[in-house]
Every structure is written in structure tokens, then in C-alpha cells.
């Protein structure tokens, strides 16, 4: 085909045809023009929100890892109270069974010894679930006579 063809071609084309078919030609391209504008600006929002979805995931991580350092120094604090219960347990027995063995000994206790020792052995069963010698021993020393006026009789 050579130019002067496609002029005659053109030139048998009416007007008013060229002009819808570029009316159609040219609403297509503003469509399509349109349509990929869209679909870039919704690329560069997903892209935004990747960015902030690693932001997000990155303060989960240090948070997760914050949550690690805390729960690894609360087992550290439970082992630790749990020692020191062990122990503060063996001293309240010492103390009770010291103190019974003193007041056996002698065959008499003061009203505030017997009140405080007491005392010391319900907060033994009550916090320790401490039984046995010792509860023999509180038995033995409540039914102990009690002395009126034990700093005359020189026992404190």
C-alpha cells in the first residue's frame, strides 16, 4: 500500500466518522490513562503500609523481646522468693523449737512467751503448712504451768 492509498482511504472516510471514531479513540485513552493512574497510587499506598506493617512488626519484635527479658527476671525473682521462703521456714522451726525447748527445760513459761510463741506457730502452719515435732512441741509446752510473777523467780 502505498501513501497515496491510504490518502484516498482517508479521503472516503466521512468527517463526521473520523471525528466519533477520535472521540472514541480519545475517551478509551482518558479511561485508560485514569485506570493506571489509580492502580499506581494504590501501588504507592500498599507500598506505604508495607512500610508501616514492618514498623509494626519491628515494635512486636522489640516488645516480644522486652516481654522475654521480664518473664526471664520474674522466674529469676520466683526462684529467689522461693529460696528465701525454704529458709525464712527452717528459722521460724529453729525459733519455735528453741524456744519450746527453753520453756521445757525450765518447766514454766510467761504469759507473753506462751501468747508470742503461739503466735509464731500459727503464722508457721498457716503460711508454711508446718506440722508435725514442731505442733508436739507447742502441745507440750502450752500445757506447761504459767508463771504470775516470773521476774521475781528471776526466769525471763
Known sequence: MNTEDAWTLIG????????????????IGGTAYKFFIKIFNWFDEIREHQVEYSELIEAVKQQNNRFDKIEAA??????????QKEFNFKQVRNTIVHQCDLALEKGAITPEKKKSLNELYEEYVHVFNGNSYVSSQIARVNQLPILSNYKEEGIE
Open 12 to 27: 472516503n472516510i466521512a468527517l463526521n466518522d473520523l471525528v466519533t471514531w477520535l472521540i472514541v479513540l480519545g475517551v
Open 74 to 83: 520474674l522466674a529469676l525473682m520466683r526462684e529467689s522468693f522461693k529460696e
